[in-house]
């Protein structure tokens, strides 16, 4: 079974700083874009930051500048680097990935989920 799983999430005060990490695991054979979605209460998920697997990044207009994504090829990890936090940014996010298994071909993963809380 192919399998992603977040790490990191907790709390946080605004103006702190919190890495998240994925890590995907099981046959695969490549992973193409992994990201990093968010979704709070009330609200429709979202995308917050996305990579590819040459390294090209693309983030959320709400966090450009405060949030870094990166990535391991050879470990199949992918972290998210988290600065100047704001209570906005509580939600619960997850790990995203699109990548080549041993026996289904091209999948969309997606893990279990890592609460961020942000307080003021």
């Known amino acids: 079974q192919v399998q992603v799983v977040e790490s990191g999430g907790g709390l946080v005060q605004a103006g702190g700083s919190l890495r998240l990490s994925c890590a995907a695991s099981?046959?695969?054979?490549?992973?193409?874009?992994m990201g990093w979605y968010r979704q709070a209460p009330g609200k429709q998920r979202e995308l917050v930051a996305a990579?590819?697997?040459?390294?090209?990044?693309n983030y959320a207009d709400s966090v450009k500048g405060r949030f870094t994504i990166s990535r391991d090829n050879a470990k199949n990890t992918v972290a998210l680097q988290m600065n100047s936090l704001k209570p906005e940014d509580t939600a619960v996010y997850y790990c995203?990935?699109?990548?080549?298994?041993?026996?289904?071909?091209?999948?969309?993963?997606w893990g279990q989920g890592t609460l961020v809380t942000v307080s003021s």
């Open positions: 990579i590819t697997s040459g390294g090209r990044t």
């Open positions: 995203n990935a699109h990548l080549y298994t041993g026996i289904t071909g091209y999948v969309e993963v």
């Open positions: 099981g046959s695969i054979f490549s992973i193409n874009n």
